[in-house]
Nanobody, 113 residues
Framework: QVQLVESGGGLVQPGGSLRLSCTAS?????MGWYRQAPEKERELVAN???????YYADSAKGRFTISRDYVKNTVYLQMNNLKPEDTAVYYC??????????WGQGTQVTVSS
């Protein structure tokens, strides 16, 4: 059974930083981070392929960095200069080469003074 274990969320002041981690129970082609704010649809924040190619949503460009440790099967999301509008539940998603997708349980990120 595939497991994705997330950590690193919390409460931070505007302008602060957080690093999210997601460890998978296996190797996956794509790994990424999504987020869902209250009463909004889940949206892609950043994605990284097995080859290291990255994609960022416009809202994340210049502030967030996705990276991956292939030995530890872990994907990270470094979030800097956080804004109140970044407040959401952040979900890790892993996608196999067969396009099967798995989701983590979510971790809350709250940006507030």
């Amino acid at each position: 059974q595939v497991q994705l274990v997330e950590s690193g969320g919390g409460l931070v002041q505007p302008g602060g930083s957080l690093r999210l981690s997601c460890t998978a129970s296996g190797n996956f082609f794509n790994m990424g981070w999504y987020r869902q704010a209250p009463e909004k649809e889940r949206e892609l924040v950043a994605n990284i392929t097995s080859g290291g190619r990255t994609y960022y949503a416009d809202s994340a460009k210049g502030r967030f960095t996705i990276s991956r440790d292939y030995v530890k099967n872990t994907v990270y999301l470094q979030m800097n200069n956080l804004k109140p509008e970044d407040t959401a539940v952040y979900y890790c998603r892993a996608e196999s080469i067969f396009q099967t997708r798995y989701w983590g349980q979510g971790t809350q990120v709250t940006v507030s003074s």
